[in-house]
């Protein structure tokens, strides 16, 4: 199956900064990659869909102005949590599809102070 | 709005014993997956489940497929400690790789 790097595997931001996740498909062409949230002790929810080369779509309640989705590569999407604070401290996790099913990253441990 | 429940959410389970994890969901869907994860990490796959009746076995787990029930279950058999993690079905929003997660269930299994 594809690999998936993601970058960093954890950050600790101050409150009010902005911080980039990087999610890189090592082995495939990703069109199409997606973002997921996972606060502790729950589920994961789909944020987005990133679309190389045109905008993301996001999923209803999720604000695109603070979660900043860029695809510019077939092997590149990267998250931009802006202005962020304590409740955006979370497990982010992309994923890629391959031929049957969509391939996880290990996931990026946002805490916001 | 597709929705995906597990139950239970919780089991505690002594070694060596049986029991089953069940994923319903809400929608006409012909794949669905199940994960592990264990703590502070990210997905392990489990089993890819993509038409009605379809059965795998790894292990001490087995999961099938029920398309007209829209039921997976997640079977495990003698369980072992090491099995101990949270188990998430996903089912594929109508073939776009784009996955609505169950609730997940939480196992523990007792030495």
């Known amino acids: 199956g594809a690999v998936v790097s993601q970058h960093p595997s954890w950050v600790i931001c101050k409150s009010g900064t902005s911080v980039k996740i990087e999610c890189r498909s090592l082995d495939f062409q990703a069109t199409t990659m997606f973002w997921y949230r996972q606060f502790p002790k729950q589920s994961l929810m789909l944020m987005a869909t990133s679309n190389e080369g045109s905008k993301a779509t996001y999923e209803q309640g999720v604000e695109k102005d603070k979660f900043l989705i860029n695809h510019a590569s077939l092997t590149l999407s990267t998250l931009t949590v802006t202005s962020a604070h304590p409740e955006d401290s979370s497990f982010y996790i992309c994923?890629?599809?391959?031929?049957?099913?969509?391939?996880f990253g290990q996931g990026t441990r946002l805490t916001v102070v | 709005e597709l929705k995906v429940e597990q139950n239970p959410l919780f089991l505690s389970m002594q070694e060596g014993k049986n029991y089953t994890i069940y994923c319903n969901y809400s929608?006409?869907?012909?794949?669905l997956y199940w994960y592990r994860q264990d703590p502070g990490k990210s997905l392990e796959s489990l089993f890819v489940?993509?038409?009605?009746?379809a059965v795998k076995q790894e292990g001490r787990l087995m999961a099938s497929l029920d398309t007209k029930a829209r039921l997976s279950t997640l079977h495990i058999t003698a369980a072992v400690h090491d099995l101990s993690a949270t188990y998430f079905c996903?089912?594929?929003?109508?073939?776009?790789?784009?996955?609505?997660f169950g609730t997940g269930t939480r196992l523990k299994v007792l030495a």
């Open positions: 489940l993509l038409s009605n009746g």
């Open positions: 929608t006409t869907s012909d794949r």
């Open positions: 996903a089912v594929d929003i109508k073939g776009t790789y784009k996955y609505i």
């Open positions: 994923s890629v599809s391959g031929n049957t099913e969509a391939f």
